[in-house]
C-alpha cells in the first residue's frame, strides 16, 4: 500500500503562484508514476500533470507553460511537487496526487485526499 498526504494549497490572486506538494510513503518502490488532477465544482476529475519513475513529463494543454511537475525521494518517501504559476480563476479546483502502482505485474493507483486551490479574478 502508498499512502499520499498533499500540502500547499490555498488562496492565491489571477497570475499568482502556488507549490503543491505530496509525500507518499509505504511501498514506493512499486510506484511508477506520479501525476496531479484537479476537480472543480459541477466537473469530472481531470488529468493536469504526471511525471514517471524515469523523469518524463506530460501535461494538459491547458496548464503547459505554466505548471512544472517534479518528483524526489528521501527519507524513505516519495514526493512530486506542482509549481503552479501564472493562476487564472479557472485553475481553481480541489487537485489530488495520485500515483500509478505496479506489484507482481498488476497495477493499481493511490489517491491523496485533496488540496484546495482557489483563484480570485
Known amino acids: 500500500q502508498v499512502q499520499l498526504v498533499e500540502s500547499g494549497g490555498g488562496l492565491v490572486q489571477a497570475g499568482g503562484s502556488l507549490r503543491l506538494s505530496c509525500a507518499a510513503s509505504?511501498?514506493?518502490?512499486?510506484?511508477?508514476?506520479m501525476g496531479w488532477y484537479r476537480q472543480a465544482p459541477g466537473e469530472q476529475r481531470e488529468f493536469v500533470a504526471g511525471i514517471s519513475i524515469g523523469g518524463i513529463t506530460n501535461y494538459a494543454d491547458s496548464v503547459k507553460g505554466r505548471f512544472t511537475i517534479s518528483r524526489d525521494n528521501a527519507n524513505n518517501k516519495a514526493y512530486v511537487y506542482l509549481q503552479m504559476n501564472s493562476l487564472k480563476p479557472e485553475d481553481t479546483a480541489i487537485y489530488y496526487c495520485n500515483v500509478d502502482i505496479v506489484e507482481r505485474g498488476v497495477q493499481t493507483n493511490a489517491w491523496g485526499q485533496g488540496t484546495q486551490v482557489t483563484v480570485s479574478p
Open positions: 509505504g511501498r514506493i518502490l512499486s510506484i511508477v508514476t
